[in-house]
């Protein structure tokens, strides 16, 4: 990519879009510029660890680059960008990773018909696995857009959806990775109290999910398919999946996704007051 890029935060979700694209070699080292609030123990790590650029001035950092990342909590957004306002130009392109924060929001603080986009990242992005769902802004044209697409292409497999879509993506995909691990620790529980060690049961559970999600992406075929390809009729298979929906196994995780769909509309409602 053209350019250098701008970090606002140095998290986790910072660090692990930083990984994924210097890995990618979209940007070196030393075009990339990374801020934050107060923590100089974390700005000290990305300089030490990565060699990229450092700064605690605003001006700087939007004067040096054009592609710019914002990675902070939700609640820190609205001051965050009256400190940058000034420095915004409209040949930025701010891609914004805060949730339930909406493209308007942004757009109405900075002002300037500033292109913004709005991505839906995952956990997942720590091991270059994420799925991620980004939207454009009103003032948003398609090399911002192919911009962030490739940013989000460096941790994990991206899709672009309308904005009003991210309230949904965040309750399937941007919450998800919590409903995998929750089903993991009750697989391993299930398989001690059938007999197993922890350490075997545990094992045993993770490779199940891997190997199934794994099947589900590289064969091509619909889960529903694969589903009935391994319950035989009156088999063991059939025994338990007979069991999950009785017990609304289902329904409880389509409710999930909605109210964790819900939940990001009423943080979009309470962040824009």
Do not use: W
Not at 88 to 95: E, G
Not at 189 to 215: D, P, Y
Request: charged share 25%; hydrophobic share 40%; with cysteine.
């Amino acid at each position: 990519m053209e350019g250098r890029l701008g970090i606002i935060g140095a998290g986790s979700m910072a660090e692990a879009l930083l990984k994924g694209m210097l890995s990618c070699k979209l940007f070196s080292s030393g075009d990339v510029f990374v801020i934050n609030r107060k923590n100089d123990e974390r700005l000290n790590f990305f300089r030490e660890n990565y060699s990229v650029n450092t700064t605690r001035d605003y001006k700087e950092l939007l004067n040096e680059c054009r592609t710019i990342i914002i990675a902070v909590k939700p609640k820190d957004m609205g001051e965050l960008l009256s400190h940058i306002r000034e420095y915004v130009t409209r040949d930025h392109i701010i891609i914004s990773v805060a949730a339930g924060i909406d493209t308007g929001f942004i757009e109405n603080r900075l002002g300037k018909g500033v292109q913004v986009v709005r991505a839906m990242p995952n956990t997942s992005c720590q091991v270059k696995e994420s799925a991620t769902a980004i939207a454009r802004g009103r003032y948003t044209g398609d090399e911002a857009i192919k911009a962030a697409e490739e940013i989000f292409s460096s941790v994990g497999k991206v899709v672009i959806v309308e904005e009003q879509a991210l309230d949904a993506v965040t309750g399937l995909s941007g919450s998800g990775p919590a409903y995998v691990y929750l089903m993991l620790e009750a697989l391993t529980e299930a398989g001690i109290k059938a007999g197993l060690v922890r350490e075997i049961s545990e094992q045993l559970a993770i490779q199940t999910v891997f190997g199934a999600a794994k099947m589900a992406l590289e064969s091509g075929e619909a889960p529903v398919h694969l589903r009935r390809k391994v319950t035989s009729p009156g088999g063991t298979t059939m025994a338990g999946i007979n069991t999950l929906q009785q017990m609304g196994f289902t329904a409880s995780i389509m409710e999930a996704v909605r109210n964790a769909a819900e939940r990001s509309r009423q943080m979009m409602i309470e962040n824009s007051r």
